[in-house]
Structure formats: structure tokens, C-alpha cells
């Protein structure tokens, strides 16, 4: 399993989620979805502290 693919996609998925959060809450006027911010950073800055709290990415440890 190739781990990086993973992260890509997770990274780009974290991204696309938060964007069309913001899009919706910003057109439907419901300020929920401004919590689309928190994926957005994450996936920008490639950190996903739910990883780190649930400890089940299969993200590969630093040699």
C-alpha cells in the first residue's frame, strides 16, 4: 500500500470538503457551515490532529 497516495488524496479531499463547506454556509446563510475552516486548515497544513487523538491513520512512522 503506498501511503503517500493516501496522504495526497486525504490532503486534497480535507480541501475540496472545506471550501464547499464555506461555499454552502456562505450561500445559505447558516454560520454551521463556516466550521468548514477547520478541514480547510487541515488539509493545507497536511495536519490532521483527529490522527493524532484516534491514533488509526495508517500514515507510516519516521524512521
Known amino acids: 500500500m503506498d501511503f503517500n497516495k493516501?496522504?495526497?488524496?486525504?490532503r486534497v479531499f480535507r480541501i475540496i470538503i472545506g471550501l464547499g463547506?464555506?461555499?454552502?454556509g456562505f450561500i445559505t446563510g447558516i454560520y454551521w457551515f463556516y466550521l468548514g475552516i477547520l478541514p480547510l486548515?487541515?488539509?493545507?497544513?497536511?495536519?490532521?490532529?483527529?490522527?493524532?487523538?484516534?491514533?488509526?491513520?495508517?500514515?507510516?512512522e519516521a524512521k
Open 21 to 24: 463547506l464555506i461555499v454552502a
Open 41 to 60: 486548515v487541515a488539509g493545507i497544513a497536511d495536519f490532521c490532529p483527529l490522527c493524532i487523538i484516534s491514533k488509526k491513520c495508517d500514515l507510516p
Open 6 to 10: 493516501i496522504r495526497k488524496f486525504c
